[in-house]
């Protein structure tokens, strides 16, 4: 059975401020969302501990994450597994990218080897990630690339001139 779960990252709203009293939120920066994360993977343990900085969603094959991209393209980074039920994570990260070549992807694997990773990098992928990783590890790396591409199109919107 494939499982979504898309939710909302953090819930900071007036009706639960004082449940999570001791729970720092951001502040509010116009209309900005947080940036949706896409988890491909069956062992989701690492999941949880992302859903309070993005708005996270989980799937369990292959073909239900590439059919969610085309579907709809708010990912902006995708965490992939190289082993999947039903297909390579590697022709995943490609079926992906040739929807929305903007989606930054990080694999993760327990069986990689250096010939996994290199395979990856030369398919697309930013990074690579070898199980068992320590939580706060992804979410560096997470924080790492989306502020990256961020100040990439900073730069980009500061060198091209808009409409005149």
Known sequence: MNTMIDKPSRNCGAKHRRKRANKVCPPAVGNTVPPQILIVDDDTGYVESLSDAYRVVTVRTGRVAV?????????DLAVIEYRL???????????????APSVLVIMVTAYGDEDVAVEAFRSGARDYLKKPFSKSELSTKIDFYLALRHADQQRRKNILPGPG
């Not at 059919?67 to 990912?75: F, L, M, Q, T």
């Open 85 to 99: 039920s039903d297909m390579s994570g590697i022709d995943v990260m490609k079926e992906i990218k040739d929807a």
């Open 67 to 75: 059919e969610r991209v085309k579907r709809r393209s708010d990912i």
